[in-house]
C-alpha cells in the first residue's frame, strides 16, 4: 500500500516546527493539564492507547504517568522530526513510535482500546477516511477523543496566519463532526465548543 505522508505537503510543515515547538508552550502547564484530560476521560491503568498525531510526545508523555506497567502507548506521526524530538524524552519500552499517516494505520484490527486525537484533527485531509480507520483499530466499545485545549476560534486563527500547506486545516464545530463520527458508527458521549476548549468522547459502534 502506498504511503500518502510522502505528498503530503504539511509534512515539510511539521518538520520545520519540530526543533521550536515545545519552545512554544508551557511545557509544566501543558502536562498539569492533559494530566487532568486523562483522568476526566477515564484512561485505564491497563488500556492500550493510540496517540494519533503524536508531534513532540507530550500527550505520550502524559499517558505513561496514567498507564501501568501492562500499558501500552502506540504513538504515530507523519513528521520524522517530530518523532524524533519525541523519543529524545522518554526510552520507555511501553511506547511503540511509528512514522504514519492517520489514515493508513499500520495497526492490526480492533487491538486499540482508546484513541487520542491532541491538536491533530484539523490537520487530516480526509477526516471521514481517517475515523473509518478509528474504527477499524478500536476495540468494540473502544474510545475516540478529539481534544484541543485551546477553543476552535483560536486554533483556526493560528492556522490560517500559519503556513499555506495548513491555511485549510480548520477546525469544524463540534456538531458537525459529531455527525461525521455518527455516519462511522461512532456515538458521541459529550463534546465541548466553547471559549475554553473543543473536545468530542465518542465510542465504537458495531
Known sequence: MANKTVTDPRIVFFDALADTWDSRHNLRELAGKLDDVLGEFGVGTNETVLDVGCGTGNLT???????GPSGRVVAIDISEKMLAGAKTKTSDPRVSWCLAAADQLPIEDQTIDRAICFSAWPHFQDPAV???EMHRVLCPGGHLHILHLIPRSKVNRIHAEAHPSVHHDLLAPACE??????SNRFRVITMTDDDRCYTITADRQG
Open 130 to 132: 481517517v475515523t473509518q
Open 61 to 67: 508523555k502524559a499517558l505513561l504517568r496514567r498507564l
Open 177 to 182: 463532526t459529531a455527525k461525521l463520527l455518527d
